[in-house]
């Protein structure tokens, strides 16, 4: 049984940086599209998901109306159209598991480089693994889907007063996931 992903050294038709909804929207095309061409879906993270697997802080839901966020090629059918990270996170593996995705991903791999080859029209995609070790990808075309938050230092809005804070201070990004917030003063 072929699954149509080549081999390291191949070069494969396209990849896809980011295991977002992008990332996702843009491997299910490929899919329903280019059924013959071959595709790798890279993703520093460990697990699928993007942003909604980045913060997982109590009450996270999104801003857009899923209903017109979702994909033509599955409906968002929840009731809730104003959802929470956890039903995106569902939907998403839902559509994973639907069009075979999570073989074509390779999770856990930092895109540390894309080099275009002119002489051989090809990307080359260096990923680096939590353990150091570099590998590198090949294809004849890429899609961005990473989105814009840096994982490692996230945006600081400098609120004044911080300093003097006795409270404990938690980035969104960073939420702890022992954080007991029973009993808090949200304001």
């Given amino acids: 049984m072929a ?5 390291q050294g191949d070069c494969l038709d396209m990849i896809i940086v980011g295991a977002g909804i992008s ?3 843009m491997a299910v095309h490929m899919t329903r599209e280019c ?3 071959s595709f790798a879906i890279l993703d520093r993270r460990e697990r699928l998901g993007g942003t909604w697997d980045l913060f997982r802080y109590p009450g996270i839901r999104s801003d857009s109306d899923m209903h017109t966020l979702g994909f033509s090629f599955k409906p968002w059918t ?3 159209s ?3 990270g956890p039903s995106i996170l569902e939907y998403l593996d839902e559509i994973t598991a639907e069009y075979g995705l999570a073989e074509k991903m390779r999770l856990g791999r930092k895109v540390v480089s894309a080099d275009w080859d002119g002489k051989t029209a090809r990307w080359c995609v260096t990923t680096e693994a939590a353990d150091g070790s570099r590998q590198p990808r090949y294809g004849r075309s890429c ?3 990473s989105g814009y938050y840096d994982y490692d ?3 600081d ?5 911080r300093d003097s804070f006795k409270g404990t201070v938690i980035h969104p990004q960073f939420w702890p996931n022992d954080f007991d917030y029973s009993g808090k003063k949200w304001s």
């Fill in 143 to 145: 899609s961005w889907g």
């Fill in 78 to 80: 929840h009731e809730k």
């Fill in 157 to 161: 809005a400098g609120f004044a007063g």
């Fill in 35 to 37: 059924p013959g061409k």
């Fill in 82 to 84: 104003i959802a929470d």
């Fill in 23 to 25: 990332g996702i929207g």
């Fill in 3 to 7: 699954t149509n992903m080549p081999e």
């Fill in 153 to 155: 230092e996230a945006y």
